[in-house]
């Protein structure tokens, strides 16, 4: 349905990259760790099987968003949790840090509303200039 997509949110931690100074390619790779575990986990859904068909894949949605901490990751996933929305946390290991949540794939009128407090991911790097200022190079 093109007014109502497949959606796939995933929601990155912004403190990893603008606090802790990960590089962005590590970001990329939670994203796409959090992505891949959400559509394997939920592989017999049907929008899931909808989301990855012959016929959709080369159109896919996916809306990376942010949020500011551990903290505040934890919380979303206890609401997702608590209201049923299936999703995964990617824990980067061997290190064992929550780093990326990324849901199955949805209707975007079935679970926006649970990330209208996350912006777009569109700062959670550090700029490779401000870290040799701030000495996190």
Not at 1 to 9: K, T
Not at 73 to 92: N, R, S
Not at 103 to 119: E, I, W
Request: with cysteine; aromatic share 6%.
């Amino acid at each position: 349905d093109a007014e109502d997509p497949l959606v796939q949110f995933i929601i990155i931690r912004k403190d990893l990259g603008r606090q802790l100074a990960w590089p962005l390619g590590a970001l990329a790779a939670q994203c796409a760790h959090a992505s891949v575990h959400a559509v394997w986990t939920y592989r017999d859904s049907a929008d899931t099987a909808a989301y990855v068909s012959r016929d959709n894949i080369a159109s896919m949605r996916k809306v990376v968003l942010e949020t500011k901490n551990a903290g505040s990751l934890d919380k979303l996933a206890a609401t997702l949790d608590a209201e049923g929305v299936e999703h995964v946390v990617w824990v980067e290991q061997p290190e064992g840090i929550r780093t990326c949540l990324a849901t199955r794939p949805y209707r975007r009128s079935a679970v926006g509303g649970y990330f209208k407090k996350c912006n777009l991911a569109s700062d959670v790097c550090v700029a490779k200039n401000a870290a040799a200022a701030t000495g996190t190079e």
